[in-house]
Protein backbone atom coordinates (compact mmCIF):
# COMPACT_ATOMS: atom_id res chain seq x y z
CA UNK A 1 0.00 0.00 0.00
CA UNK A 2 2.04 3.15 -1.36
CA UNK A 3 -0.32 5.72 0.71
CA UNK A 4 0.02 4.12 4.19
CA UNK A 5 0.69 6.94 6.20
CA UNK A 6 2.89 4.61 7.95
CA UNK A 7 5.37 3.85 5.25
CA UNK A 8 5.37 8.21 3.86
CA UNK A 9 6.13 8.93 7.91
CA UNK A 10 9.93 10.22 7.68
CA UNK A 11 12.49 8.92 10.17
CA UNK A 12 13.83 9.72 13.40
CA UNK A 13 16.94 11.29 12.44
CA UNK A 14 15.93 12.71 9.21
CA UNK A 15 13.69 15.04 10.81
CA UNK A 16 16.15 15.49 13.32
CA UNK A 17 19.38 16.44 10.99
CA UNK A 18 16.61 19.28 9.63
CA UNK A 19 18.51 22.79 9.93
CA UNK A 20 15.19 24.45 11.69
CA UNK A 21 15.76 22.39 14.91
CA UNK A 22 20.08 23.22 15.02
CA UNK A 23 18.97 26.45 17.33
CA UNK A 24 16.59 24.41 19.50
CA UNK A 25 18.63 21.44 19.91
CA UNK A 26 21.22 23.56 21.46
CA UNK A 27 18.70 25.37 23.82
CA UNK A 28 16.75 23.08 24.90
CA UNK A 29 19.10 19.97 24.88
CA UNK A 30 18.67 17.04 22.55
CA UNK A 31 16.64 14.93 24.38
CA UNK A 32 13.16 17.40 24.65
CA UNK A 33 13.72 17.91 20.76
CA UNK A 34 13.48 14.17 20.53
CA UNK A 35 10.93 13.40 22.42
CA UNK A 36 8.74 16.12 20.36
CA UNK A 37 10.07 14.76 17.20
CA UNK A 38 8.85 10.94 18.58
CA UNK A 39 5.12 12.30 19.72
CA UNK A 40 4.62 14.05 16.25
CA UNK A 41 5.97 10.71 13.91
CA UNK A 42 3.35 9.43 15.96
CA UNK A 43 1.00 11.71 14.51
CA UNK A 44 1.89 11.49 10.85
CA UNK A 45 2.26 7.80 11.21
CA UNK A 46 -1.52 8.13 12.50
CA UNK A 47 -2.31 10.04 9.43
CA UNK A 48 -3.23 13.18 11.34
CA UNK A 49 -0.40 14.84 9.59
CA UNK A 50 1.30 15.14 6.60
CA UNK A 51 5.46 14.22 6.32
CA UNK A 52 6.14 17.68 5.17
CA UNK A 53 4.44 19.05 8.27
CA UNK A 54 6.04 17.62 10.27
CA UNK A 55 9.14 19.84 10.84
CA UNK A 56 6.85 22.53 11.30
CA UNK A 57 4.45 20.69 13.99
CA UNK A 58 7.60 19.80 15.93
CA UNK A 59 8.41 23.53 16.31
CA UNK A 60 5.13 24.41 17.00
CA UNK A 61 5.13 21.55 20.02
CA UNK A 62 8.60 22.56 21.82
CA UNK A 63 8.76 23.95 24.86
CA UNK A 64 9.87 27.49 25.80
CA UNK A 65 12.27 26.42 28.08
CA UNK A 66 13.98 23.67 29.66
CA UNK A 67 11.93 23.33 32.39
CA UNK A 68 8.03 22.28 32.87
CA UNK A 69 7.43 25.30 35.19
CA UNK A 70 6.42 28.27 33.45
CA UNK A 71 5.29 31.90 33.60
CA UNK A 72 1.60 32.54 35.09
CA UNK A 73 0.17 36.15 35.80
CA UNK A 74 -1.18 36.09 39.56
CA UNK A 75 -4.93 38.22 38.94
CA UNK A 76 -5.84 36.78 41.86
CA UNK A 77 -5.59 39.50 44.49
CA UNK A 78 -3.56 37.26 46.96
CA UNK A 79 0.17 38.98 46.53
CA UNK A 80 1.47 36.40 48.48
CA UNK A 81 0.44 33.34 46.57
CA UNK A 82 1.75 30.29 47.52
CA UNK A 83 0.44 27.43 44.77
CA UNK A 84 2.02 30.16 42.32
CA UNK A 85 5.21 30.67 44.24
CA UNK A 86 5.34 33.25 46.86
CA UNK A 87 6.81 36.15 46.28
CA UNK A 88 7.47 37.42 42.45
CA UNK A 89 11.29 38.16 42.34
CA UNK A 90 12.80 41.64 41.18
CA UNK A 91 14.44 42.56 38.15
CA UNK A 92 17.36 43.00 39.87
CA UNK A 93 17.12 39.65 41.92
CA UNK A 94 16.41 37.99 38.67
CA UNK A 95 19.73 39.57 37.05
CA UNK A 96 21.92 38.93 40.60
CA UNK A 97 20.12 35.15 40.08
CA UNK A 98 21.68 34.62 36.37
CA UNK A 99 25.48 36.28 37.43
CA UNK A 100 25.64 33.66 40.20
CA UNK A 101 24.51 30.92 38.12
CA UNK A 102 28.12 30.83 36.65
CA UNK A 103 31.33 30.16 38.76
CA UNK A 104 31.34 33.05 41.56
CA UNK A 105 32.74 34.37 44.75
CA UNK A 106 30.25 32.97 46.43
CA UNK A 107 32.93 31.74 49.11
CA UNK A 108 35.97 33.67 48.08
CA UNK A 109 37.87 36.39 48.57
CA UNK A 110 39.30 37.72 45.21
CA UNK A 111 41.39 40.33 47.02
CA UNK A 112 43.81 37.65 48.49
CA UNK A 113 42.64 34.71 46.86
CA UNK A 114 41.73 33.05 50.22
CA UNK A 115 38.90 31.45 51.35
CA UNK A 116 35.78 34.25 52.33
CA UNK A 117 33.26 33.82 54.79
CA UNK A 118 29.94 32.26 52.63
CA UNK A 119 27.53 35.10 51.35
CA UNK A 120 29.22 37.65 53.14
CA UNK A 121 27.56 40.14 50.90
CA UNK A 122 24.14 38.95 51.03
CA UNK A 123 24.69 38.23 55.52
CA UNK A 124 26.32 42.43 55.86
CA UNK A 125 22.95 43.30 53.57
CA UNK A 126 20.50 41.61 55.93
CA UNK A 127 22.72 43.23 58.95
CA UNK A 128 22.37 46.22 57.53
CA UNK A 129 18.96 46.08 56.62
CA UNK A 130 17.98 45.10 60.60
CA UNK A 131 20.90 47.08 62.35
CA UNK A 132 19.17 45.94 65.77
CA UNK A 133 20.56 42.54 65.28
CA UNK A 134 23.66 41.36 66.72
CA UNK A 135 24.34 38.98 64.00
CA UNK A 136 22.51 37.22 61.40
CA UNK A 137 21.79 33.84 59.26
CA UNK A 138 20.05 32.59 56.30
CA UNK A 139 18.88 28.78 55.57
CA UNK A 140 16.40 27.36 53.07
CA UNK A 141 13.23 28.30 54.57
CA UNK A 142 11.18 29.54 57.38
CA UNK A 143 10.71 26.06 58.89
CA UNK A 144 14.61 25.27 58.52
CA UNK A 145 15.48 28.66 60.33
CA UNK A 146 12.78 27.51 63.30
CA UNK A 147 14.27 23.62 63.17
CA UNK A 148 17.81 25.12 63.44
CA UNK A 149 16.74 27.36 66.61
CA UNK A 150 15.36 24.06 68.01
CA UNK A 151 17.96 21.90 67.39
CA UNK A 152 20.76 24.34 68.56
CA UNK A 153 19.00 25.94 71.64
CA UNK A 154 18.52 22.59 72.91
CA UNK A 155 22.20 21.44 72.88
CA UNK A 156 23.02 24.73 73.66
CA UNK A 157 20.75 25.05 77.01
CA UNK A 158 20.99 21.20 77.70
CA UNK A 159 17.01 21.96 78.00
CA UNK A 160 14.46 20.01 75.98
CA UNK A 161 11.86 21.42 75.97
CA UNK A 162 9.81 24.18 74.08
CA UNK A 163 7.27 26.41 75.92
CA UNK A 164 4.61 27.18 73.32
CA UNK A 165 1.02 28.70 74.28
CA UNK A 166 -1.80 26.41 72.84
CA UNK A 167 -3.19 29.26 71.14
CA UNK A 168 -0.13 29.41 68.96
CA UNK A 169 0.55 25.68 67.69
CA UNK A 170 -0.03 26.80 64.24
CA UNK A 171 -0.47 24.67 61.09
CA UNK A 172 1.99 26.56 57.90
CA UNK A 173 0.29 24.53 54.79
CA UNK A 174 0.38 21.24 52.62
CA UNK A 175 -0.22 19.50 56.24
CA UNK A 176 2.69 20.76 58.09
CA UNK A 177 2.68 21.72 61.70
CA UNK A 178 5.34 23.91 63.62
CA UNK A 179 4.70 21.44 66.65
CA UNK A 180 5.47 18.45 64.60
CA UNK A 181 8.64 20.38 63.31
CA UNK A 182 9.73 20.99 66.49
CA UNK A 183 9.37 17.47 68.23
CA UNK A 184 11.07 16.00 64.52
CA UNK A 185 14.54 17.35 65.97
CA UNK A 186 14.07 16.06 68.89
CA UNK A 187 12.51 19.01 71.52
CA UNK A 188 9.76 18.32 73.62
CA UNK A 189 6.76 20.27 73.71
CA UNK A 190 5.67 21.92 76.99
CA UNK A 191 2.24 23.45 75.67
CA UNK A 192 0.91 25.99 78.05
CA UNK A 193 -2.71 28.10 78.23
CA UNK A 194 -5.51 27.38 76.17
CA UNK A 195 -6.54 27.61 72.44
CA UNK A 196 -7.96 31.56 73.12
CA UNK A 197 -6.15 32.84 76.11
CA UNK A 198 -2.56 32.75 78.05
CA UNK A 199 -0.97 34.67 80.45
CA UNK A 200 2.77 35.04 81.46
CA UNK A 201 1.81 33.34 84.99
CA UNK A 202 1.17 30.25 82.35
CA UNK A 203 4.65 30.74 80.63
CA UNK A 204 6.49 30.97 84.21
CA UNK A 205 5.41 28.31 85.55
CA UNK A 206 6.33 26.06 83.21
CA UNK A 207 9.63 27.65 82.72
CA UNK A 208 12.46 25.18 84.35
CA UNK A 209 15.73 23.24 84.35
CA UNK A 210 14.57 21.78 81.41
CA UNK A 211 13.36 24.68 79.55
CA UNK A 212 15.06 25.36 76.32
CA UNK A 213 13.88 28.54 75.11
CA UNK A 214 10.24 29.79 74.73
CA UNK A 215 8.34 29.96 71.70
CA UNK A 216 6.28 32.91 70.11
CA UNK A 217 4.92 32.01 67.02
CA UNK A 218 2.67 34.40 65.01
CA UNK A 219 -0.46 33.10 63.65
CA UNK A 220 -0.07 34.03 60.28
CA UNK A 221 -2.90 32.65 58.77
CA UNK A 222 -5.72 32.81 60.85
CA UNK A 223 -7.02 34.85 63.50
CA UNK A 224 -8.97 34.30 66.28
CA UNK A 225 -11.22 36.50 67.35
CA UNK A 226 -13.42 37.06 71.43
CA UNK A 227 -12.48 36.39 74.33
CA UNK A 228 -9.05 36.46 73.79
CA UNK A 229 -5.47 37.14 75.24
CA UNK A 230 -1.77 36.45 74.63
CA UNK A 231 1.79 37.32 75.80
CA UNK A 232 3.45 40.07 73.82
CA UNK A 233 7.25 39.32 73.33
CA UNK A 234 8.10 42.83 75.16
CA UNK A 235 6.51 40.68 78.05
CA UNK A 236 7.94 37.37 77.92
CA UNK A 237 11.02 38.76 77.68
CA UNK A 238 11.27 41.16 80.30
CA UNK A 239 9.75 38.80 83.00
CA UNK A 240 13.11 37.64 83.90
CA UNK A 241 12.11 34.06 82.92
CA UNK A 242 15.76 33.16 81.91
CA UNK A 243 15.60 31.56 79.06
CA UNK A 244 15.86 32.95 75.65
CA UNK A 245 12.86 34.34 74.13
CA UNK A 246 12.58 33.19 70.17
CA UNK A 247 9.83 34.74 67.86
CA UNK A 248 8.87 33.21 64.59
CA UNK A 249 7.44 36.38 62.91
CA UNK A 250 6.89 34.12 60.01
CA UNK A 251 5.68 36.82 56.90
CA UNK A 252 9.65 38.40 56.76
CA UNK A 253 8.51 42.28 57.72
CA UNK A 254 11.88 43.51 58.76
CA UNK A 255 10.51 46.72 60.25
CA UNK A 256 7.01 48.02 60.49
CA UNK A 257 4.69 48.10 57.60
CA UNK A 258 1.90 51.47 57.70
CA UNK A 259 -0.24 48.88 55.76
CA UNK A 260 -0.61 46.01 58.13
CA UNK A 261 -0.05 47.27 61.61
CA UNK A 262 -1.01 43.99 63.36
CA UNK A 263 2.02 42.10 61.32
CA UNK A 264 4.85 41.55 63.47
CA UNK A 265 8.01 42.72 61.87
CA UNK A 266 11.56 42.13 62.96
CA UNK A 267 13.54 45.00 64.55
CA UNK A 268 10.48 44.83 66.81
CA UNK A 269 10.68 41.68 67.76
CA UNK A 270 14.05 42.17 68.53
CA UNK A 271 14.06 45.64 69.93
CA UNK A 272 10.68 44.35 72.25
CA UNK A 273 13.57 41.50 73.56
CA UNK A 274 13.19 38.56 71.79
CA UNK A 275 16.74 36.65 71.65
CA UNK A 276 16.04 35.91 68.49
CA UNK A 277 13.69 35.82 65.38
CA UNK A 278 12.96 33.48 62.88
CA UNK A 279 11.18 34.20 59.18
CA UNK A 280 10.43 33.77 55.78
CA UNK A 281 12.66 35.47 52.84
CA UNK A 282 9.53 34.82 50.28
CA UNK A 283 6.53 36.31 52.10
CA UNK A 284 6.33 40.09 52.44
CA UNK A 285 10.31 40.85 52.23
CA UNK A 286 9.52 39.53 48.72
CA UNK A 287 12.52 37.55 48.28
CA UNK A 288 13.50 33.64 47.35
CA UNK A 289 12.55 31.19 49.29
CA UNK A 290 15.13 31.25 52.32
CA UNK A 291 14.44 31.17 56.13
CA UNK A 292 16.25 34.11 58.33
CA UNK A 293 17.64 34.24 61.62
CA UNK A 294 18.52 37.86 63.08
CA UNK A 295 19.53 37.79 66.77
CA UNK A 296 21.71 37.40 69.67
CA UNK A 297 25.10 37.22 68.25
CA UNK A 298 26.09 34.55 70.63
CA UNK A 299 22.83 32.47 69.72
CA UNK A 300 23.27 32.89 66.10
CA UNK A 301 26.54 32.06 66.27
CA UNK A 302 26.06 28.45 68.18
CA UNK A 303 23.24 28.14 65.43
CA UNK A 304 26.01 28.67 62.64
CA UNK A 305 28.39 26.51 64.03
CA UNK A 306 25.25 23.66 64.95
CA UNK A 307 26.13 20.51 62.44
CA UNK A 308 22.39 20.22 61.10
CA UNK A 309 23.02 24.10 59.63
CA UNK A 310 25.02 22.82 56.95
CA UNK A 311 22.15 20.42 55.93
CA UNK A 312 20.06 24.02 55.76
CA UNK A 313 22.75 26.07 53.86
CA UNK A 314 21.59 28.49 51.16
CA UNK A 315 22.91 28.03 47.58
CA UNK A 316 24.51 31.00 45.55
CA UNK A 317 21.36 31.85 43.58
CA UNK A 318 19.52 32.25 47.22
CA UNK A 319 22.16 34.45 48.77
CA UNK A 320 22.50 36.34 45.52
CA UNK A 321 18.89 36.92 45.10
CA UNK A 322 18.23 37.50 48.86
CA UNK A 323 21.23 40.50 48.86
CA UNK A 324 19.40 41.73 45.69
CA UNK A 325 16.12 42.18 47.36
CA UNK A 326 17.49 44.01 50.45
CA UNK A 327 19.56 46.20 48.85
CA UNK A 328 18.06 46.50 45.33
CA UNK A 329 14.59 48.54 43.63
CA UNK A 330 11.34 47.83 45.51
CA UNK A 331 10.47 44.00 44.76
CA UNK A 332 7.08 43.20 43.51
CA UNK A 333 5.31 42.43 46.80
CA UNK A 334 6.39 45.45 48.83
CA UNK A 335 4.97 47.33 45.24
CA UNK A 336 2.29 45.49 45.36
CA UNK A 337 1.36 46.81 48.81
CA UNK A 338 1.95 49.94 47.90
CA UNK A 339 -0.61 50.32 45.22
CA UNK A 340 -3.35 52.65 45.23
CA UNK A 341 -6.92 51.46 44.74
CA UNK A 342 -7.50 55.04 42.58
CA UNK A 343 -5.04 53.13 40.39
CA UNK A 344 -5.87 50.43 40.52
CA UNK A 345 -9.49 51.22 39.34
CA UNK A 346 -8.02 53.56 36.64
CA UNK A 347 -6.07 50.55 35.16
CA UNK A 348 -8.93 48.53 35.32
CA UNK A 349 -11.02 51.35 33.71
CA UNK A 350 -8.74 51.15 31.38
CA UNK A 351 -8.57 47.38 30.69
CA UNK A 352 -12.66 47.21 30.32
CA UNK A 353 -12.37 50.13 27.59
CA UNK A 354 -10.21 48.03 25.49
CA UNK A 355 -11.73 44.94 26.19
CA UNK A 356 -15.51 46.48 24.96
CA UNK A 357 -13.87 47.91 22.14
CA UNK A 358 -11.87 45.17 20.90
CA UNK A 359 -13.71 42.12 22.37
CA UNK A 360 -17.47 43.78 22.19
CA UNK A 361 -19.31 45.75 25.02
CA UNK A 362 -21.02 43.87 28.18
CA UNK A 363 -17.71 41.26 28.63
CA UNK A 364 -16.11 43.49 30.56
CA UNK A 365 -16.94 45.80 33.90
CA UNK A 366 -14.48 47.50 35.83
CA UNK A 367 -14.83 46.96 39.65
CA UNK A 368 -13.85 48.13 43.41
CA UNK A 369 -12.62 44.63 45.29
CA UNK A 370 -10.58 43.81 48.08
CA UNK A 371 -7.47 42.00 47.75
CA UNK A 372 -4.86 39.48 50.50
CA UNK A 373 -1.74 39.53 51.72
CA UNK A 374 -1.98 35.49 51.42
CA UNK A 375 -0.68 32.44 53.15
CA UNK A 376 1.95 34.89 53.75
CA UNK A 377 0.82 37.07 56.43
CA UNK A 378 -1.67 39.54 57.49
CA UNK A 379 -4.65 36.89 57.78
CA UNK A 380 -8.07 39.09 57.78
CA UNK A 381 -6.88 42.12 56.29
CA UNK A 382 -8.30 43.20 53.27
CA UNK A 383 -6.46 45.24 50.85
CA UNK A 384 -8.67 47.63 48.67
CA UNK A 385 -8.30 46.63 45.90
CA UNK A 386 -10.22 46.91 41.84
CA UNK A 387 -9.94 44.75 39.02
CA UNK A 388 -12.12 43.40 35.88
CA UNK A 389 -14.86 40.85 36.18
CA UNK A 390 -15.63 38.83 33.14
CA UNK A 391 -17.64 35.88 32.14
CA UNK A 392 -17.16 32.71 34.18
CA UNK A 393 -16.24 30.50 30.88
CA UNK A 394 -13.11 32.71 30.77
CA UNK A 395 -11.39 31.31 33.44
CA UNK A 396 -10.12 27.96 32.14
CA UNK A 397 -9.40 29.71 28.82
CA UNK A 398 -6.82 31.98 30.45
CA UNK A 399 -5.64 29.88 32.63
CA UNK A 400 -4.64 27.10 29.75
CA UNK A 401 -2.74 29.88 27.68
CA UNK A 402 0.05 30.73 26.31
CA UNK A 403 0.23 33.02 29.29
CA UNK A 404 -1.82 31.36 31.89
CA UNK A 405 -3.49 34.01 33.52
CA UNK A 406 -4.98 32.74 37.22
CA UNK A 407 -7.79 34.66 38.37
CA UNK A 408 -10.27 34.54 40.65
CA UNK A 409 -14.33 32.80 40.45
CA UNK A 410 -16.75 34.85 42.39
CA UNK A 411 -20.67 34.76 42.36
CA UNK A 412 -20.52 33.51 39.16
CA UNK A 413 -17.95 36.10 37.59
CA UNK A 414 -14.04 35.77 36.86
CA UNK A 415 -12.37 38.41 38.47
CA UNK A 416 -8.92 39.61 37.21
CA UNK A 417 -7.80 41.18 40.67
CA UNK A 418 -5.04 44.09 39.64
CA UNK A 419 -3.57 44.34 43.01
CA UNK A 420 -1.05 41.57 42.34
CA UNK A 421 -0.70 42.06 38.75
CA UNK A 422 2.41 44.94 37.75
CA UNK A 423 1.52 47.63 35.96
CA UNK A 424 3.85 46.86 32.94
CA UNK A 425 1.83 43.26 32.88
CA UNK A 426 -1.47 45.02 31.44
CA UNK A 427 -0.74 44.43 28.19
CA UNK A 428 -0.14 41.05 28.46
CA UNK A 429 -3.23 40.56 30.67
CA UNK A 430 -5.14 42.16 27.47
CA UNK A 431 -3.76 40.15 24.93
CA UNK A 432 -4.77 36.78 27.30
CA UNK A 433 -8.34 38.39 27.63
CA UNK A 434 -8.29 38.65 23.74
CA UNK A 435 -7.03 34.87 22.85
CA UNK A 436 -9.35 33.31 25.77
CA UNK A 437 -12.14 34.97 24.22
CA UNK A 438 -11.45 33.44 20.64
CA UNK A 439 -10.60 30.35 21.55
CA UNK A 440 -13.89 30.21 23.63
CA UNK A 441 -15.33 30.99 20.21
CA UNK A 442 -13.78 28.42 18.48
CA UNK A 443 -14.61 25.55 21.10
C1 LIG B 1 5.20 30.70 56.71
C2 LIG B 1 5.48 30.43 58.14
C3 LIG B 1 6.39 29.44 58.52
C4 LIG B 1 7.04 28.53 57.53
O1 LIG B 1 7.94 29.21 56.73
P1 LIG B 1 8.39 28.55 55.34
O2 LIG B 1 9.27 29.61 54.74
O3 LIG B 1 7.16 28.28 54.57
O4 LIG B 1 9.14 27.31 55.68
C5 LIG B 1 6.64 29.26 59.85
N1 LIG B 1 6.02 30.04 60.78
C6 LIG B 1 5.16 31.01 60.45
C7 LIG B 1 4.53 31.81 61.53
C8 LIG B 1 4.86 31.24 59.12
O5 LIG B 1 3.99 32.20 58.80
Redesign the pocket.
Given at each position: MPDDPRRRTPRTDAVLADARLDEPTRRLGPALVKRAVAEVLQRCREGALAPDEVVEAVLGSLPAGATSLRRVLNATGVVVHTNLGRAPLSPAAVDAVAVAAGATDVELDLGTGRRGRRGAGTLAALAAAVPVAGGVHVVN??????ALAACALTSATGGREVVVSRGEL?E??DGFR?PDLLESVGARLREVGTTNRVRLRDYADAVGPDTAFVLK?????FRVEGFTSSVPVSVLSRAGLEVPVVA????GLLAPHPRLPGEPDAASALRAGADLV?A????LLGGP?C?LLLGRGDLVDALRRHPFARALRVDKLTLAALEATLTGPVPPVPGALARRPDDLLARARRLADKIAAEIGDGVARAVTTGGAVG???APGVVLPSAGVSLPEDLAAPLRTGPVPVVGRVTGGRLLLDLLSVAEEDDDLLLDAVRRAHQRLGEG
Open positions: NGAAALVIGIVHPSNDIGSTSGDKQGGGG
